[in-house]
């Protein structure tokens, strides 16, 4: 099956900075997904995004299919923004690989 | 906007006891999932349920663990004599359709002990 590495492993920021998370996929996915995992353990869809870039308010994803892999970007972080990021792909066979996360910590 | 709902969000057993985890999925989706976290882990998949069969499952899902849609709005999880090991977040999710979106529930929290 398909391995899903995601960096930084752990990122902390100061309120009102930018950051870039990066995802991996050791082989092409048909789905890819963004989640949030906040604090008290709920996934939140970020991004279904399989392929091109898209945006949500101060975030935004872009994926490069053909070279397997995808980023997510922060704009002007919140404290809200903090938690655990995961990025995930399928290739069809309806289940989702995930990859370890990120951890992101905003300090005000 | 619709969303995924599970039942119960806490639930702590003894060991070997049975549990059922339920869900109610999006009510115009037609594929249904488990996933699980052990904490401080990845979120692992558990099954995939359409046409009210399963069409895919890990080594995770063995023979403790099965799945059911009892009526056209539930979606249920056993596990049939739990394991300290199983003790994690159990998430539920559906889809539309295979190249869409999964929206995952809120998770229950399960522990056994």
């Known amino acids: 099956g398909i391995q899903v590495e995601q960096s930084p492993p752990d990122l902390i920021l100061q309120e009102g900075a930018n950051s870039t998370l990066r995802c991996n996929f050791s082989?092409?996915?048909?789905?890819l997904q963004w989640f949030h995992q906040n604090p008290w353990g709920q996934l939140i869809n970020l991004f279904y995004?399989?392929?091109g870039t898209k945006q949500n308010g101060r975030l935004s994803a872009t994926t490069v299919a053909t070279e397997r892999y995808s980023l997510l970007y922060i704009s002007s972080s919140q404290t809200t923004d903090s938690g655990v990021y995961f990025c995930a792909g399928d290739q069809g066979a309806q289940k989702l690989v995930f990859g370890q996360g990120t951890r992101l910590t905003i300090n005000p | 906007e619709p969303e995924v709902t599970q039942t119960p969000s806490h639930q702590v057993t003894q060991m070997g006891q049975e549990v059922i985890l339920r869900c109610v999925p999006i009510s115009n989706h037609l594929y249904f999932y488990w996933y699980r976290q052990i904490l401080g882990q990845k979120v692992e998949f558990l099954v995939s349920f359409y046409n009210n069969e399963i069409s895919e499952k890990s080594e995770i899902f063995d023979d403790q663990f099965s799945v059911e849609r009892p009526d056209g709005s539930n979606f249920t999880l056993k596990i049939r004599s739990t394991k300290l090991e199983d003790s994690a977040m159990y998430f539920c999710?559906?889809?539309?359709?295979?190249?869409?979106?999964?929206?995952f529930g809120p998770g229950t929290r399960l522990l056994v002990l």
């Open positions: 082989d092409s996915v048909n789905n």
């Open positions: 995004i399989p392929s």
């Open positions: 999710a559906s889809g539309r359709d295979l190249q869409e979106t999964q929206y």
